[in-house]
């Protein structure tokens, strides 16, 4: 009930509504009436804003667990072409690579990083590619004249669900060093989706 000549006067905020996303940082609101009391006809409408907008922040939003790490090569000398297949799957996450084809299949689509580990046969060569989807997006020479060395590369490649990675010889014949202390290995993790 109003008396005549009053102003209005705000409610108390009311609660705050939900989070406009399901996971990471946005906004929600409240809001507030000018019904306490509500204005006579001559009485001044409250000053200030009916509706108060905040951040709000849930849970981190969770990535998918996409990781794999494979090692010990199933041919030492792969040619031209050939697909070089890593036989252990020390490590598969989201159940990407196929250790008998040695290709990776992106279970989910994102940015994935993909690292390479190759020993080289004293006095030999290695040319290799990381491909994507058929494509050479990583390719290198590696060589060593006195020693058996391994080396590395690695690669970021954007993937839609469904797309493949593999390792392969890239030309000629590929003399690879495979013992207990050299080990070749094929790695790859999702870092974003």
Same mark, same amino acid.
């Given at each position: 009930?109003?008396?005549?000549?009053?102003?209005?006067?705000?409610?108390?905020?009311?609660?705050?509504?939900?989070?406009?996303?399901?996971?990471?940082?946005?906004?929600?609101?409240?809001?507030? &009436?000018? $019904?306490?009391?509500?204005? @006579?006809?001559?009485? =001044?409408?409250?000053?200030?804003? %009916?509706?108060? !907008?905040?951040?709000?922040?849930?849970?981190?939003?969770?990535?998918?667990?996409?990781?794999?790490?494979?090692?010990?090569?199933?041919?030492?000398?792969?040619?031209?072409?050939?697909?070089?297949?890593?036989? &252990?799957? $020390?490590?598969?996450?989201? @159940?990407?690579?196929? =250790?008998?084809?040695?290709?990776? %299949?992106?279970? !989910?689509?994102?940015?994935?990083?993909?690292?390479?580990?190759?020993?080289?046969?004293?006095?030999?060569?290695?040319?290799?590619?990381?491909?994507?989807?058929?494509?050479?997006?990583?390719?290198?020479?590696?060589?060593?004249?006195?020693?058996?060395?391994?080396?590395?590369?690695?690669?970021?490649?954007?993937?839609?669900?469904?797309?493949?990675?593999?390792?392969?010889?890239?030309?000629?014949?590929?003399?690879?060093?495979?013992?207990?202390?050299?080990?070749?290995?094929?790695?790859?993790?999702?870092?974003?989706?």
């Amino acid at each position: 009930m109003s008396i005549a000549c009053s102003d209005g006067g705000w409610t108390a905020w009311g609660f705050w509504g939900t989070c406009s996303i399901t996971c990471g940082g946005g906004f929600r609101s409240r809001s507030r &009436t000018c $019904t306490n009391p509500i204005p @006579s006809l001559s009485g =001044k409408y409250c000053k200030g804003d %009916t509706i108060q !907008v905040g951040a709000c922040s849930n849970n981190v939003c969770k990535e998918p667990n996409v990781a794999f790490r494979s090692k010990d090569v199933v041919s030492t000398i792969p040619h031209s072409g050939q697909t070089i297949v890593f036989k &252990t799957a $020390t490590l598969n996450e989201g @159940s990407g690579y196929d =250790k008998t084809t040695g290709i990776f %299949t992106a279970p !989910v689509a994102g940015t994935y990083l993909f690292s390479i580990q190759l020993c080289v046969e004293k006095g030999h060569d290695v040319d290799y590619a990381i491909v994507v989807d058929g494509v050479n997006v990583k390719v290198g020479h590696f060589s060593d004249a006195t020693w058996e060395l391994c080396y590395s590369a690695e690669t970021v490649a954007i993937l839609r669900s469904g797309s493949r990675v593999w390792v392969k010889c890239d030309y000629d014949t590929c003399y690879l060093h495979q013992r207990t202390h050299y080990s070749n290995t094929f790695s790859g993790v999702l870092i974003h989706s």
